[in-house]
């Protein structure tokens, strides 16, 4: 029986072996060519089919057995979908998240639109009053306008014709998007066995664990037998370990000096896109897909590769001269609707210290994923804090609480007449004066150092370089100087300046 069983197995395994004839034209090199057996299919007994004195057979894959996710082309974007539908809750939050972002530009459009066309600012601000004006309240409708679209201004109709642009490309990608991370749904459903409902209570190392075991049915990587969580890292982080070794490096110009200032970092969202641009997706790119492309790696083709991705610098650069009008203008009202709400209620925020772009690239480990780098420097913010805290302008101190009390006072002032008589918000500009000052008296706050700050840099520095795994030999035992505040500061910045970077970006950038 065992005899006839294991016949029976080799019968079907010699079936699923068929002829191969090599390509008259095919590769000379004998290293390249596919395995060759001897003997004729269907266990020997037929005729043998020649290729010099032997025949060479390949192994098909019969089609009903193969997986839907069998050989996967792009294994890198493939699973830098898997990582990005774990990190963001599942199919239907990411979908309803593209959904409203769509919403919030169409939103944001319209509005500023309606803003700068639509509305009767001499009425508004009572400088040209209607002549049967009595007194009395202004309604909404008598200061909004009916305008069409061919009487506004020649600006707001560019405006218009690039975010509606804008919009349907974003719509395409959209689109795109629900079609692409269904296929990662049901991925997630049927080959990992993680339903949507229990996504939230699944770490990413059990992804990654049912991700490698996948690898056995599914044949995703056509390269390898199996997987590891280190090949998941390499194809997810590839481009990214890149940019990290490149600023690690210093071979991107992101450090200038600037007058005044010193030595600035600037690394701005538009700035990474269009160096991504550059180095990774454009179609002259040096990288391709996967790797460093074979002719940059000759020395011969340097210069002529040099003055090629020059070139296609300065023209990437005139676009976005082309376009910083436009832009320009997107992120000021982007900033100043996502903002203001946030300044209005905490005036200190813009105060508050975050990351820089620049620093989570430079302090990010290869084959870091993103929620594990978070994870550390979040670790890392409570003492990052408290050092730069200790190095707050003894003169910055004594100006900054000169100012929270003449505004603090202004303010008391106000306020109590308000208690007494509410008629005094109808006085010309005291609402403004009032939130000016609450705004002055918040920003000082920033530069008023808590009074039981305890001075002990070098216990505080030890705490941060505890997370960040960042320290230069210069910083040994000179943790109470200002240079090395001034080099952490690159890494670790105020909101305000953040800020500042986002704004300026699409003039900088070109």
């Keep these: 029986m065992t005899y006839q069983g294991l016949k029976s197995d080799l019968d079907v395994l010699q079936s699923s072996y068929q002829p191969y004839r090599d390509d008259p034209g095919g590769s000379d090199s004998e290293d390249e060519s596919p395995p060759q057996f001897q003997g004729g299919p269907g266990g020997g007994g037929g005729a043998e089919m020649p290729y010099g004195d032997q025949e060479v057979m390949i192994h098909m894959v019969p089609e009903q057995g193969k997986s839907k996710w069998s050989h996967i082309d792009d294994l890198d974007s493939f699973f830098s ?243 910083m009008p436009v832009i320009l203008l997107w992120q000021i009202l982007y900033s100043f609707f996502n903002y203001a709400e946030v300044i209005k209620r905490e005036p200190g925020s813009l105060g508050i210290r975050k990351w820089s772009l620049y620093g989570r690239y430079y302090l990010r480990h290869f084959n870091e994923l993103e929620h594990e780098l978070s994870a550390r420097l979040s670790r890392a913010y409570k003492p990052a804090t408290y050092y730069m805290d200790i190095f707050v302008s003894p003169l910055a101190t004594v100006i900054a609480r000169n100012v929270a009390f003449i505004c603090g006072s202004v303010l008391a002032v106000l306020l109590l007449l308000t208690v007494w008589d509410e008629d005094v918000l109808n006085v010309e500009h005291v609402l403004t004066i009032m939130t000016v000052c609450g705004a002055c008296v918040a920003g000082a706050r920033v530069f008023i150092p808590d009074e039981n700050l305890v001075f002990c840099p070098e216990k505080t520095l030890t705490q941060v370089i505890a997370h960040i795994h960042y320290f230069p030999v210069q910083w040994r035992g000179e943790a109470h100087t200002y240079s090395v505040m001034a080099e952490l500061d690159m890494l670790f910045r105020y909101t305000a300046m953040y800020l500042i970077d986002e704004v300026l970006s699409p003039v900088v950038t070109p």
């Design 81 to 323: 979908k898997v990582y990005d539908y774990h990190q963001k809750h599942g199919f239907t939050v990411m979908m309803l998240q593209e959904t409203l972002e769509l919403i919030q530009f169409i939103f944001v459009v319209f509005f500023t639109v309606f803003m700068a066309e639509c509305i009767n600012y001499p009425l508004l601000f009572k400088d040209n009053l209607p002549t049967d004006y009595h007194g009395g309240k202004i309604t909404i409708s008598e200061i909004i306008l009916t305008v069409s679209f061919s009487q506004m201004r020649f600006f707001t109709q560019v405006f218009v014709f690039i975010s509606v642009l804008f919009w349907l490309t974003r719509l395409i990608v959209v689109i795109y998007h629900v079609f692409q991370f269904w296929d990662i749904k049901c991925f997630y459903n049927s080959a990992l066995k993680i339903p949507d409902s229990s996504l939230d209570s699944v770490t990413w190392w059990e992804v990654q664990k049912r991700l490698v075991a996948a690898q056995a049915e599914h044949m995703m990587c056509i390269h390898k037998q199996e997987l590891t969580p280190l090949d998941v890292y390499h194809r997810i982080l590839r481009f990214n370990n890149y940019m990290v070794a490149m600023i690690n490096k210093s071979l991107l110009p992101l450090k200038f000096n600037v007058p005044i200032l010193g030595d600035y970092v600037f690394l701005s969202t538009g700035l990474r896109f269009n160096l991504e641009l550059i180095l990774f997706k454009s179609p002259w790119a040096p990288f391709n897909q996967w790797h460093l492309r074979e002719d940059y790696k000759r020395v011969n083709r340097r210069k002529e590769l040099a003055d090629s991705l020059k070139t296609h610098i300065l023209i990437l650069g005139c676009v976005n001269l082309v376009l």
